[in-house]
């Protein structure tokens, strides 16, 4: 729902402000129609129906994977791809994975969004519509900022969609924003904002190496990066979560684990996720299952809490780093 759109409309109709927080309340408890809306009068909800669209995203498909995981793909009113993925837990996590770009303008060397064109920023509404979308289906109680794009180059639409989120459900605390190291927006979040949580895409533990794989990292170096996190942890009292993508013979020896394990030192800062990779069609291999495990045990070794990220919705292109909204997925819906 375009809210800015919503308001205009209410106040056009000659209507108190506060029908614009009934219909939001509506939504964010799973509406699907303005007819649902039982305390707005029936031809407030009839003229709403043929002014405004509930959704600013139009789904174009969805995808079920066999471990419950869904993913959707939306279009934006002006035809931007945008997809979101909802994972389903045995223990009732629902945790959604949101988008806050259309594609994305970075370039890292593994993900398959970076592949595609970059569209642009998403707005507030049209992140939230992602949310809502899933929101329809079930209760939902989670979300990351691990879809399509960079939140911290959208942070103004990010932090304002974070601070509805709750309304849906979701606690500031249960919601992640993952950035490449946006070192501006760290900063930002380091006291600006909603209290949400922060993960770190940090996949190598040098310079050298993070800037091969990731060539952000020749404008925002590794240690301004890390002394950024560490300033946020220190302020916001949480720890940090620190993603590493385990890739074949690129960042995956004991030498690494050592050196990252001495980068994160004193140990209390950052809990290490290691992510195994999903394949994207490029150059890379990801490391083998016992490689992975002995590089948490290094790290663990030396102190570092570190777990294996649970991979989910691989066979229906859901899992990280996999949302690239296939040109021929958008053609064929
Ligand atoms: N731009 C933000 C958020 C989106 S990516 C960021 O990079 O943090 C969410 C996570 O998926 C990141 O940690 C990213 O590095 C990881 N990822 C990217 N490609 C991947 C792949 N092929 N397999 C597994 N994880 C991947």
Not at 250 to 274: G, I, Q, R, T, W
Not at 276 to 287: F, W
């Amino acid at each position: 729902m375009d809210l800015a759109q919503l308001e205009t409309t209410m106040a056009e109709l000659g209507q108190p402000s506060y029908r614009t927080g009934q219909v939001w309340e509506w939504l964010a408890r799973g509406a699907d129609s303005f007819d649902q809306m039982s305390n707005l009068p029936a031809d407030l909800r009839a003229q709403l129906a043929e002014k405004l669209p509930v959704s600013t995203l139009e789904v174009e498909n969805s995808a079920l994977s066999v471990d419950g995981t869904e993913k959707a793909l939306f279009l934006t009113a002006d035809q931007r791809p945008v997809e979101a993925v909802l994972m389903r837990y045995r223990d009732g996590r629902r945790s959604l994975c949101l988008s806050s770009q259309s594609g994305c303008p970075l370039t890292c060397t593994f993900c398959a969004t970076g592949k595609m064109k970059f569209g642009r920023n998403l707005t507030e509404s049209e992140i939230l519509d992602q949310a809502l979308h899933f929101r329809r289906i079930e209760d939902v109680n989670h979300t990351v900022f691990m879809g399509m794009g960079e939140p911290m180059m959208n942070l103004d639409n990010v932090l304002a969609a974070c601070e509805k989120l709750p309304e849906l459900g979701i606690a500031n605390s249960h919601t992640t924003i993952s950035t490449v190291g946006w070192l501006p927006g760290i900063q930002r979040v380091t006291t600006e904002g909603p209290a949400v949580r922060l993960a770190l895409s940090l996949h190598a533990p040098n310079d050298q190496l993070r800037s091969k794989i990731m060539p952000v990292n020749d404008k925002y170096s590794m240690n301004e990066v890390v002394d950024a996190a560490r300033e946020w942890r220190h302020v916001r009292k949480r720890k940090v979560f620190i993603e590493y993508l385990m890739l074949d013979g690129v960042n995956d020896s004991p030498e690494l684990a050592h050196e990252l394990a001495e980068l994160l030192l004193p140990k209390n800062d950052f809990k290490v996720n290691l992510i195994p990779y999903n394949p994207t069609g490029e150059e890379y291999q990801g490391s083998p299952r016992q490689t992975i495990e002995n590089f948490r045990q290094n790290l663990m070794k030396r102190g570092i809490h570190a777990t294996v990220r649970l991979t989910r919705g691989r066979d229906i292109d859901a899992a990280c780093g996999q949302l690239a909204a296939k040109a021929n997925e958008v053609a064929e819906a």
